[in-house]
């Protein structure tokens, strides 16, 4: 056997460990929560040598933010739809159909994002790295809303990383609202509520 192919079938059988991880990590943290989930439970669902799983992952901590981490790309495909709208009702139908998916994304993914909020309350790491997210978003955010002041849309006097900021906190108040099913109204009617809020106030 070649010595390339000897490497290819170690760099194979390390993604397949590391993906069987992942989804135990997955059906465990399901399972049992976040704080009740230990790495050994893990590790035994999985089927692989702690020392193997020590390659791989530190520990739950470890697993959580990978498995946060491919949740939240989706939600970030949504905040990456281009934005080039030609006028304040274009702007808002965009920002309306964003928001829809943004919450629909949560009510789909409610059982995964039960499990981040128990973890970002109990853990330094999940709390550290949802703050990133958080950022990462805002930072999307406030490129749309530079591009709509600059194209004389949006109300130039205020600072758009500020309003970036607002307009995010409020999708993530609802987003924990829909995971936790405290929300009184259907998804759509949020979406199209806090959106004609926001406009209203960000929009000439």
């Known amino acids: ?6 490497v290819d079938k170690r760099h194979l059988r390390s993604i397949l460990t590391r993906e069987k991880l992942l989804e135990a990590a997955k059906q465990v ?5 976040f704080q009740k989930a230990t790495i050994s439970q893990i590790i035994k669902k999985a089927n ?3 020392g193997t799983a ?8 470890d697993l959580l933010i990978v498995l946060m981490e491919g949740v939240m790309a989706q939600f970030y495909q949504i905040a990456e739809i281009p934005f080039s709208p030609k006028s304040k009702t274009e702007a808002e139908q965009i920002i309306q159909e964003q928001a829809t998916s943004f919450l629909k994304l949560a009510e ?3 059982a995964m994002m039960q499990v981040f909020e128990q973890a ?3 853990s330094p790491i999940a709390s ?6 958080r950022e990462k978003f805002i930072q999307r955010i406030s490129q749309d809303v530079f591009y709509s002041q600059n194209n004389n849309l949006a109300r130039p006097g205020l600072n758009h990383e500020l309003v970036a900021r607002g307009w995010f906190f409020a ?6 609202e829909i995971v936790r099913e405290e929300h009184k109204a259907p998804v759509e009617e949020i979406a199209k509520t806090i959106t004609a809020v926001y406009a209203a106030g960000l929009y000439l």
């Open 48 to 50: 692989v040598g702690y």
């Open 1 to 6: 056997m070649k010595k390339d192919e000897v």
């Open 29 to 33: 943290f399901l399972e049992e929560g």
């Open 171 to 176: 999708n993530e108040m609802y987003l924990w």
């Open 120 to 122: 970002i309350g109990s």
């Open 54 to 61: 020590y390659v791989h992952f530190e520990g739950k901590d």
């Open 128 to 133: 550290h790295k949802w703050k990133e997210i």
């Open 108 to 110: 789909k993914e409610r």
